[in-house]
């Protein structure tokens, strides 16, 4: 949804965008104009790209960066929190990902606001430079498979009310910068994942749901869900963004899902980094054998690992079956629900 806006004084606007790339149109440094931002007091966009265009035709000019993309311009930006998204594909313009990542790391002392959090939260050093280097991959991967030209992560350093830097407020590094390097250059690409239950993004996988609210206890291992359908994931609506499979389709308020697995044999270190991958829109609650892994208000329009509570690690069972159970709830916009168990595996 774009920001609010108050009345667009036009003639101004034009006015001072006109005087601007005249004034800096020699400066090296400059490699793009972008005439509007989140849709905020976009108007005449084609038009008003044209006109930068015509002023300095050495550049190329992106007429949207965001969305509210009329088909002006030469650049197709798409903003995507927190992992990278691709545009849909364009004849006439390159696909870029002009805002990504958003990855929380707060660093004590060195904070403008204390506890603010951004998109996405990571607990170390090391984990943000892992979580980047996966975003890297996933950058990689749509270069790869749609032609995307180019993405800007956000950002090098905290502002006033957003910690998500990979330098502080006031210019520390939060990470190693070769490990950065490492990952732009797409040498390390951050940790892998070892599927449990798998989700539904690439192939359905089989669930057991129901849209009628269930007894108490629907989210146990021992809860008998033979009257539920049975039905490919993922569940949602038609048209929703960035979602895996549609297996079947969801327009109602609630969900309920189980699913049963066998993990197999599991070591001390692969308890310790089980994270459950999942898509929700909009809020979610997961339960592994009854026991709640992770919950989350609000909707999250890209595929995100998180970690399990502890509890949730003591409740799985090794070389044994195990049930993961999923309720989301649908407000308004876009709905989906897919989730499954994975083990992280560092990367190198």
């Known amino acids: 949804m774009a920001r609010p806006t108050g009345p667009v004084d036009k003639e101004e606007f034009e006015s001072e965008l006109k005087r601007m790339v005249e ?4 400066v090296p440094s ?18 008003i790209a044209a006109m930068v265009k015509q002023l300095d035709p050495s550049r190329v000019v992106n007429e949207a960066s965001g969305w509210d993309h009329k088909g002006g311009g030469e650049v197709l930006d798409k903003h995507s929190y927190p992992p990278p998204g691709c545009p849909d594909p364009s ?7 002009g ?3 958003g990855i929380g790391l707060n660093i004590p002392g060195h904070l403008w606001k204390p506890g603010d959090s951004m998109y996405t939260n990571a607990k170390s050093a090391s984990d943000m430079e892992e979580l980047y280097a996966e975003f890297c ?4 991967k749509l270069y790869d498979e749609k032609g995307m030209s180019g993405a800007v992560y956000t950002q090098i350093t905290d502002v006033e009310t957003e910690q998500n830097g990979l330098m502080t407020y006031d210019r520390i590094l939060k990470v ?3 490990r950065i390097a490492r990952a732009n250059r797409f040498e390390y690409l ?6 449990l239950s798998t989700t539904s993004e690439h192939e359905s996988q089989e669930w057991r749901y129901t849209e009628s609210e269930p007894p108490a206890g629907w989210m146990k291992k021992d809860f008998d869900d033979s009257s539920w359908k049975t039905g490919p994931g993922g569940f949602g609506g038609p048209g929703t963004a960035n979602i895996g499979k549609l297996g079947t389709v969801w327009t109602g308020d609630r969900i309920w899902l189980r699913r049963k697995f066998n993990p197999g044999t599991l070591t001390s270190d692969d308890l310790a980094h089980l994270i459950i991958r999942d898509y929700h829109d909009e809020d979610v609650e997961v339960y592994l054998n009854g026991v709640l892994a992770y919950k989350a208000d609000g909707h999250n329009p890209n595929y995100e690992n998180k970690p399990l509570t502890s509890e949730a690690r003591k409740a799985i069972k ?12 649908q407000h308004d916009g876009g709905q989906y629900i897919d989730a499954g168990v994975y083990i992280r595996q560092p990367g190198k």
């Open 30 to 47: 400059i490699v793009m104009w972008i005439t509007f931002n989140e849709g905020q007091g976009q108007y005449d966009s084609p038009r």
């Open 91 to 97: 004849a006439t313009q390159a696909l870029v990902c």
């Open 176 to 178: 190693d910068p070769k």
């Open 99 to 101: 805002e990504y990542g």
């Open 190 to 195: 951050g940790p892998t994942y070892k599927p």
């Open 318 to 329: 090794p070389n044994a079956e195990n049930v993961l159970a999923v309720s989301c709830v």
């Open 137 to 140: 991959g996933m950058l990689k």
């Open 23 to 26: 004034n800096l149109y020699n």
